[in-house]
């Protein structure tokens, strides 16, 4: 069974969504296993529809279920692959302070199944223009198949070759207004490689690494460590310096600039922090006949991008960058109160 569509044809995430629900739901139950797996169209004609239904199906235990409930704890998210930006919310919180309170003792016994659908378009507000994502369900620290999502427009007309080609290389060449964010300071955010940073990858992706548990203070410093060897556009490379005379070029200038988004939903609270920090590579960029690799490290106080440290909980990090993805990375945070008698 492809698992980025759940078996399902395109036009049936609109017309029959449930339809392989039973025949992949049953064999994960007779195993007394848990799954929880997503489907979404490949492609999304934007002539023929206005929505983008992406269904997920799950298995589970009734106690599972009955503790780590989808309705409060699922997320959604998407990247897009053309502009490298993460999106990421709350999938089912309708009425949630409706819902009964969790009994954690209740004798559940047996396994269940569900399956939701919901219309992506909608929760996230992503844009509707033709695009790429890669789309992914998110409880805690359980992560779905991710799928690959195509928005595209199927209506005819004239296509002026010249003029694609000409927006093409506009896209190549034409450098975004953006630059290394959270910006580098004294002593974080910190882009250089230091005695304790994060080795480089040797594979392409990235690396996170960040204090296991963490007593809260206030102010805190809570400092993720990163290192990353990531495929680039050409436009995300920083020209050198000019040479001005009298002025020294400093011995490693910015070599190109890479975007890494960052998800993070808690143990008590699922809503998301969705974060975009830019990173600086000051190493040369890797070429070759198919494509532009930066390397580079990241040191960022978590504190300075939001208040993480608001309430005692274990936060689950995601990182996304393109294709790319990491996590989930735990992440506790506990009560001073906690450590005494």
Known sequence: MPE???GLKDEEFWTDPYRTRAEIETPIMKKGAEAMLLGAPAQVPMDAHDTLP???????????MAKLGLRRNALVTAINLDSNVAYAELAMNQD????????PDAPLEGMGGEAYEFDLREI?????????Y???FIVRDQITNRARVKIVNTLGGYKDGEVEKFIDEYKKTARPVFKAYPPPGDPFPNYRQQKNSVGIPKEEGFEIQVERVNVIRKPGSYIMRGSFR????????????PEIPGETVPAKPVTALVPINLVLTGSKIAAPFVWRITVPSYEPVERSDSKLVATGYFAVDLSQLGPVNSIAQTMFIYGF??????GPIPMAFIDQASLED
Do not use: C, H, Y
């Open 4 to 6: 980025n569509n759940l």
């Open 54 to 64: 992406v269904v997920v199906i799950r298995a589970a235990t009734l106690k599972t």
């Open 96 to 103: 949630v302070g409706k819902l009964p309170p969790i009994d």
């Open 124 to 132: 996230l507000r992503i844009p509707w223009k033709t695009s790429e």
């Open 134 to 136: 890669l789309v992914a």
């Open 230 to 241: 990531l495929p680039i556009k050409e436009n995300q490379i920083v020209p050198p310096p």
């Open 321 to 326: 960058s393109g294709e790319a993805m990491v």
